[in-house]
């Protein structure tokens, strides 16, 4: 009994074979557990909520999308099933909490966009709510489990990606400071530079995210006194723009900074990227998704317990060639 309760409940805790060989016999008997009952025994829903980010530009929005879907991918086998909810800000996120444990017996919560001074995760915390964050907590990042994506390696790498063609002055587009993701990944290009002997001082233009944006910032870095030759971007969002800002996605040329011979690398490789050829640097978004959903269902099976890792998962991300750089 207690073997099949755990194949239906922590399948992760079952020998792969003596898993199947149980589920064989699920499956031979139509047997369905009762949903209801099992709350009543065990106290939980297995349910676990996600936010549903704000409509942005339709390039840049798709990122939490996929993440979501991996989530979903990942909470199945486990028996986990993943409610959507929307929220302008932090405050109203905060007040869906309230709604949704009093309505719904939530297990526990993924959150993400961190930023500093986040109020959600104290707020959760204080409550002993169990809840992991896709993205650091910028302002104490040993507080809570987490997973995220090394920005700053992968600006880094895209940096040297240019360096090694021939560029050295490698312009970057991003977004004000005081943004972790953004100064985040703002870094790993300075970083690159740096041990390149190359100075990044006014090399940088700064501006809000968005298509617009990446135009009017690749055209001022484009009409400085000594133009950069390439562009890394914070987001393919502003890699789109800058794109049409140097007049098309021509393969470029080191040291001609000619309308149309400039390279551009993007961030986030999102479907835009792919089909319009944009160099980017893709996120494992599956694996984030399945690190969040391990590092719950260890706070879920064993509460007070340390998560593996002590809960803290950077992982790395991957440029992705193609003929924009």
């Not at 959507?84 to 996120?93: G, I, P, Q, S, W």
């Not at 995220?148 to 600006?155: E, M, N, P």
């Not at 990446?214 to 914070?234: I, K």
């Not at 001609?256 to 690398?265: F, K, M, N, Q, S």
């Amino acid at each position: 009994m207690q073997t099949v309760s755990n194949v239906l409940n922590s399948p992760h805790m079952v020998r792969p074979a003596t898993r199947q060989r149980v589920q064989d016999a699920i499956d031979a008997l139509g047997y369905r557990a009762n949903q209801a009952a099992r709350q009543m025994r065990t106290g939980r829903s297995r349910l676990i909520a996600a936010r549903i980010e704000p409509a942005q530009d339709g390039i840049n929005g798709s990122i939490l999308d996929r993440f979501l879907h991996g989530l979903a991918d990942a909470a199945a086998p486990a028996r986990y099933r993943v409610l959507l909810y929307t929220a302008a800000d932090d405050n109203a996120e905060i007040a869906t909490y309230e709604d949704m444990l009093s309505a719904y017996d939530i297990d526990a919560f993924v959150l993400t966009s961190t930023h500093h001074a986040d109020t959600r995760t104290s707020w959760l915390t204080e409550r002993g709510v169990p809840f992991v964050t896709f993205g650091r907590p910028w302002d104490a990042p040993g507080s809570h489990p987490w997973v995220d994506v090394d920005g700053a390696a992968g600006t880094a790498e895209a940096t040297r990606h240019l360096l090694r063609a021939g560029h050295r002055r490698i312009g970057f587009i991003g977004w004000p400071a005081g943004s972790g993701v953004g100064d985040d990944r703002r870094s790993g290009w300075a970083a690159a530079l740096a041990e390149a002997g190359v100075d990044p001082h006014g090399l940088d233009a700064v501006t809000p995210d968005g298509v617009a944006e990446g135009v009017a910032a690749a055209r001022d870095l484009l009409s400085r006194d000594e133009p950069v030759t390439a562009m890394v971007c914070c987001s393919d969002s502003l890699a789109l723009g800058a794109l049409h800002a140097t007049g098309g996605a021509d393969p470029a040329a080191p040291g001609t900074p000619a309308p149309g011979r400039v390279a551009v690398i993007g961030f986030d490789d999102t479907p835009v990227a792919q089909a319009v050829g944009l160099t980017s640097i893709a996120q494992p978004l599956g694996e984030a998704a399945t690190h969040c959903l391990r590092l719950l269902a260890a706070q879920l099976d064993a509460p007070g317990s340390r998560p593996p890792g002590d809960g803290q998962i950077l992982l790395a991300p991957a440029l992705v060639p193609r003929r924009t750089a």
